[in-house]
Protein backbone atom coordinates (compact mmCIF):
# COMPACT_ATOMS: atom_id res chain seq x y z
CA UNK A 1 0.00 0.00 0.00
CA UNK A 2 1.19 3.37 0.08
CA UNK A 3 3.29 4.72 2.57
CA UNK A 4 4.55 8.30 3.72
CA UNK A 5 7.04 8.70 5.92
CA UNK A 6 8.44 11.58 7.56
CA UNK A 7 11.91 11.16 9.16
CA UNK A 8 10.89 12.22 12.68
CA UNK A 9 8.46 13.19 14.84
CA UNK A 10 10.18 15.94 16.10
CA UNK A 11 13.16 17.63 15.30
CA UNK A 12 15.16 20.08 17.56
CA UNK A 13 18.03 22.15 15.89
CA UNK A 14 20.12 25.48 17.61
CA UNK A 15 19.06 28.50 15.77
CA UNK A 16 21.01 29.94 12.94
CA UNK A 17 21.53 26.05 12.08
CA UNK A 18 20.31 24.84 9.10
CA UNK A 19 16.96 22.09 9.41
CA UNK A 20 16.80 19.26 7.08
CA UNK A 21 13.34 17.21 6.94
CA UNK A 22 13.19 13.91 5.13
CA UNK A 23 9.77 12.98 3.48
CA UNK A 24 10.08 8.86 2.04
CA UNK A 25 7.33 7.59 0.15
CA UNK A 26 6.78 3.89 -0.99
CA UNK A 27 4.09 2.29 -3.83
CA UNK A 28 3.66 5.84 -4.80
CA UNK A 29 4.53 7.70 -8.04
CA UNK A 30 3.62 11.10 -7.17
CA UNK A 31 3.93 13.94 -9.92
CA UNK A 32 3.94 17.03 -7.44
CA UNK A 33 5.36 17.30 -3.84
CA UNK A 34 4.45 20.31 -1.62
CA UNK A 35 6.07 21.11 1.95
CA UNK A 36 3.33 22.53 4.35
CA UNK A 37 3.21 24.74 7.89
CA UNK A 38 1.38 23.94 10.61
CA UNK A 39 1.10 25.89 13.83
CA UNK A 40 -0.64 24.70 17.06
CA UNK A 41 -4.38 25.47 16.53
CA UNK A 42 -4.07 26.82 12.80
CA UNK A 43 -4.79 25.03 9.50
CA UNK A 44 -1.84 23.97 7.08
CA UNK A 45 -0.09 26.97 5.48
CA UNK A 46 1.57 25.93 1.43
CA UNK A 47 5.01 26.97 1.24
CA UNK A 48 6.51 25.02 -1.85
CA UNK A 49 5.77 22.87 -4.73
CA UNK A 50 7.84 20.40 -7.15
CA UNK A 51 7.23 18.68 -9.77
CA UNK A 52 8.89 15.09 -11.12
CA UNK A 53 10.65 16.35 -13.29
CA UNK A 54 12.57 19.30 -11.04
CA UNK A 55 15.47 18.36 -8.63
CA UNK A 56 15.01 21.64 -6.63
CA UNK A 57 13.48 24.73 -5.78
CA UNK A 58 14.34 27.32 -3.70
CA UNK A 59 12.18 30.41 -2.32
CA UNK A 60 14.13 32.39 0.31
CA UNK A 61 15.72 30.56 2.98
CA UNK A 62 13.47 27.44 1.67
CA UNK A 63 14.96 24.95 -0.51
CA UNK A 64 13.01 21.48 -1.32
CA UNK A 65 14.96 18.68 -3.52
CA UNK A 66 12.70 15.55 -4.99
CA UNK A 67 14.92 12.45 -6.18
CA UNK A 68 12.25 10.40 -7.87
CA UNK A 69 15.15 7.65 -7.81
CA UNK A 70 15.56 7.59 -4.21
CA UNK A 71 11.66 8.19 -3.32
CA UNK A 72 12.71 10.99 -1.20
CA UNK A 73 12.66 14.82 -0.66
CA UNK A 74 14.27 16.63 1.68
CA UNK A 75 13.37 20.01 2.89
CA UNK A 76 15.78 22.39 4.44
CA UNK A 77 15.68 25.90 6.27
CA UNK A 78 18.71 27.60 6.53
CA UNK A 79 19.59 30.31 9.40
CA UNK A 80 16.75 28.91 10.88
CA UNK A 81 15.07 31.03 13.37
CA UNK A 82 12.78 30.25 16.66
CA UNK A 83 10.06 31.28 14.48
CA UNK A 84 10.35 28.28 12.12
CA UNK A 85 9.37 26.44 15.31
CA UNK A 86 6.13 24.46 13.85
CA UNK A 87 5.37 21.00 12.29
CA UNK A 88 6.38 20.68 8.42
CA UNK A 89 4.08 18.27 6.59
CA UNK A 90 4.83 17.05 3.36
CA UNK A 91 2.20 16.07 0.98
CA UNK A 92 2.18 14.07 -2.32
CA UNK A 93 -0.36 14.45 -5.24
CA UNK A 94 -0.45 12.28 -8.62
CA UNK A 95 -2.64 12.95 -11.66
CA UNK A 96 -5.31 11.08 -10.61
CA UNK A 97 -5.37 10.79 -6.72
CA UNK A 98 -5.90 13.49 -4.27
CA UNK A 99 -3.47 15.16 -2.34
CA UNK A 100 -1.73 12.99 0.49
CA UNK A 101 0.05 13.77 3.62
CA UNK A 102 2.33 12.43 5.75
CA UNK A 103 2.16 12.75 9.52
CA UNK A 104 4.54 15.79 9.98
CA UNK A 105 7.13 16.74 12.01
CA UNK A 106 7.77 18.69 14.31
CA UNK A 107 10.86 21.17 14.51
CA UNK A 108 11.60 23.48 17.33
CA UNK A 109 14.68 25.76 17.01
CA UNK A 110 15.93 26.57 20.08
CA UNK A 111 17.55 30.09 20.50
CA UNK B 1 -8.23 38.24 0.71
CA UNK B 2 -10.04 37.40 3.18
CA UNK B 3 -9.20 33.55 4.02
CA UNK B 4 -11.35 30.48 4.00
CA UNK B 5 -13.86 30.67 6.84
CA UNK B 6 -14.88 28.11 9.21
CA UNK B 7 -17.49 27.32 12.26
CA UNK B 8 -17.44 27.15 14.95
CA UNK B 9 -14.22 26.47 16.31
CA UNK B 10 -14.62 23.64 18.73
CA UNK B 11 -17.83 21.78 19.46
CA UNK B 12 -18.24 19.39 21.91
CA UNK B 13 -20.76 15.98 21.49
CA UNK B 14 -22.05 12.70 22.82
CA UNK B 15 -21.93 9.52 20.60
CA UNK B 16 -24.82 9.23 18.66
CA UNK B 17 -25.77 13.30 18.40
CA UNK B 18 -24.81 14.45 15.35
CA UNK B 19 -23.07 17.62 13.97
CA UNK B 20 -22.39 20.25 10.99
CA UNK B 21 -19.98 22.38 10.22
CA UNK B 22 -19.67 25.34 7.78
CA UNK B 23 -17.02 26.49 5.62
CA UNK B 24 -16.45 29.49 3.25
CA UNK B 25 -14.10 29.07 0.80
CA UNK B 26 -12.20 32.19 -0.93
CA UNK B 27 -14.20 34.23 -2.93
CA UNK B 28 -13.75 33.08 -6.74
CA UNK B 29 -12.25 29.66 -5.71
CA UNK B 30 -13.70 27.04 -7.84
CA UNK B 31 -12.05 23.57 -5.27
CA UNK B 32 -13.52 23.04 -1.74
CA UNK B 33 -11.96 20.46 0.28
CA UNK B 34 -13.17 18.85 3.47
CA UNK B 35 -10.03 17.03 5.28
CA UNK B 36 -10.37 15.31 8.50
CA UNK B 37 -7.32 15.28 10.86
CA UNK B 38 -6.78 13.51 13.59
CA UNK B 39 -4.11 14.41 16.85
CA UNK B 40 -0.70 13.23 15.40
CA UNK B 41 -1.64 12.37 11.59
CA UNK B 42 -1.62 14.62 8.67
CA UNK B 43 -4.74 15.67 7.48
CA UNK B 44 -6.96 12.84 5.05
CA UNK B 45 -8.96 13.95 2.30
CA UNK B 46 -12.94 13.47 3.03
CA UNK B 47 -14.31 14.86 -0.20
CA UNK B 48 -13.43 17.52 -2.62
CA UNK B 49 -15.86 19.45 -4.91
CA UNK B 50 -15.50 20.97 -8.31
CA UNK B 51 -17.98 24.05 -8.03
CA UNK B 52 -21.07 22.40 -6.77
CA UNK B 53 -20.05 18.60 -8.07
CA UNK B 54 -18.25 16.08 -5.98
CA UNK B 55 -15.01 14.82 -7.44
CA UNK B 56 -13.78 12.47 -4.92
CA UNK B 57 -15.56 11.50 -2.03
CA UNK B 58 -13.68 7.76 -2.15
CA UNK B 59 -12.80 8.42 1.79
CA UNK B 60 -15.95 9.63 2.82
CA UNK B 61 -17.76 7.54 5.92
CA UNK B 62 -21.21 7.53 3.43
CA UNK B 63 -22.93 5.73 6.26
CA UNK B 64 -22.62 8.71 8.29
CA UNK B 65 -20.83 11.28 7.11
CA UNK B 66 -22.37 13.71 4.44
CA UNK B 67 -21.54 16.68 2.31
CA UNK B 68 -22.63 19.70 0.29
CA UNK B 69 -21.85 22.73 -1.61
CA UNK B 70 -24.89 24.86 -2.00
CA UNK B 71 -24.49 27.41 -5.67
CA UNK B 72 -20.76 26.36 -5.64
CA UNK B 73 -19.71 28.58 -2.91
CA UNK B 74 -20.72 27.49 0.85
CA UNK B 75 -20.12 24.00 2.29
CA UNK B 76 -21.61 22.01 4.99
CA UNK B 77 -20.15 18.65 6.25
CA UNK B 78 -22.97 17.02 8.72
CA UNK B 79 -21.79 13.56 10.86
CA UNK B 80 -24.72 11.49 12.11
CA UNK B 81 -24.44 9.81 14.03
CA UNK B 82 -20.99 10.97 15.85
CA UNK B 83 -19.43 8.04 17.28
CA UNK B 84 -16.32 8.74 19.26
CA UNK B 85 -13.53 8.08 17.20
CA UNK B 86 -14.49 11.05 14.70
CA UNK B 87 -13.09 12.98 17.44
CA UNK B 88 -10.82 15.24 15.50
CA UNK B 89 -10.20 18.30 13.80
CA UNK B 90 -12.09 19.28 10.21
CA UNK B 91 -10.52 21.03 7.99
CA UNK B 92 -11.79 23.17 5.04
CA UNK B 93 -9.67 23.93 2.07
CA UNK B 94 -9.98 25.63 -1.12
CA UNK B 95 -8.13 26.25 -4.28
CA UNK B 96 -8.34 28.55 -7.68
CA UNK B 97 -8.70 25.00 -9.65
CA UNK B 98 -8.29 21.73 -8.34
CA UNK B 99 -6.00 20.62 -11.45
CA UNK B 100 -2.61 19.63 -9.13
CA UNK B 101 -0.12 22.24 -8.55
CA UNK B 102 -2.67 24.93 -7.54
CA UNK B 103 -2.14 25.23 -4.10
CA UNK B 104 -4.19 24.71 -1.61
CA UNK B 105 -5.47 27.17 1.42
CA UNK B 106 -6.75 25.93 4.39
CA UNK B 107 -9.14 27.45 7.24
CA UNK B 108 -8.24 27.54 10.96
CA UNK B 109 -10.59 23.87 11.11
CA UNK B 110 -12.98 22.78 13.41
CA UNK B 111 -12.12 20.75 16.52
CA UNK B 112 -14.22 18.20 17.68
CA UNK B 113 -14.71 16.02 20.62
CA UNK B 114 -17.36 13.27 21.00
CA UNK B 115 -17.56 12.21 24.66
Known amino acids: ???????????????????TLTCNYTNYSPAYLQWYRQDPGRGPVFLLL?????????????????????KQSLFHITASQPADSATYLCALLSGNTPLVFGKGTRLSVIA | EAGVAQSPRYKIIEKRQSVAFWCNPISGHATLYWYQQILGQGPKLLIQFQNNGVVDDS????????????????????????????????????SLDGAPGYEQYFGPGTRLTVT
Do not use: H, M, W
Not at chain 1, 50 to 70: M, Q, S
Not at chain 2, 62 to 91: C, H, M, N, W
Open chain 2, 59 to 94: QLPKDRFSAERLKGVDSTLKIQPAKLEDSAVYLCAS
Open chain 1, 50 to 70: IRENEKEKRKERLKVTFDTTL
Open chain 1, 1 to 19: SQKIEQNSEALNIQEGKTA
